[in-house]
């Protein structure tokens, strides 16, 4: 995230909290678990409000989680009873260790220049066949909205990014956000496995 992202989170951490929280994302979770063994490590990269952790661990998965924002790591790590590392998507050094990354609108801060090297650094945390979820404002390039910088994709352009990482993809939605109210705005979803 740039620092400008880190910075909104900070000091809108309970209202993003609130709002985030509740969002119902279980059908992409179940997708995602799909290629998950059962009890399999994941890494949550993002976390936000520890909410998709939260049903992770009540699943009987082991997680992870790391955020950038200081006061969202506070709040997701009250919310699920753990610490959540301090960590950016560029300083991601972990080899071979997860089964699953889920990276849902949470990638979407990084920049387009340094997304193909955080892609690089996402597969080689994965073991063999390890699957990654990430999810996407829908549209192209390089998008401010309110104080934060938001890399678009369109469900072409998502592949490349993907696929020069490393990854089939495996399945590729667009569709509505799960967010009350936000009904209009359009997401790109993915699931991809190591090759």
Sequence with gaps: MTDKNVEYYDKNADSFFAGSINADMSDDRQRFLNY???????????????????????????????DA?????KRASEYIGREVLDLRFEDISFDNEFDGIWASASLLHVPLEELPDVMRKMRRALKDRGAIYASFKYGEGTTARGERLFSDFTEKS??????????????CDVGPDSRPGRENEMWVSVIGVGR
Aim: charged fraction near 20%.
């Design 158 to 171: 998502i592949v490349p990014l993907f696929g020069n990482a490393g990854f089939e993809l495996v399945s």
């Design 36 to 66: 998950i063994p059962a009890g399999g490590r994941i890494l949550d990269a993002g976390c936000g409000s520890g909410r998709d952790s939260k049903a992770f661990l009540d699943a009987g998965y082991e997680v992870v989680a790391f």
């Design 69 to 73: 924002s200081s006061e969202m790591r």
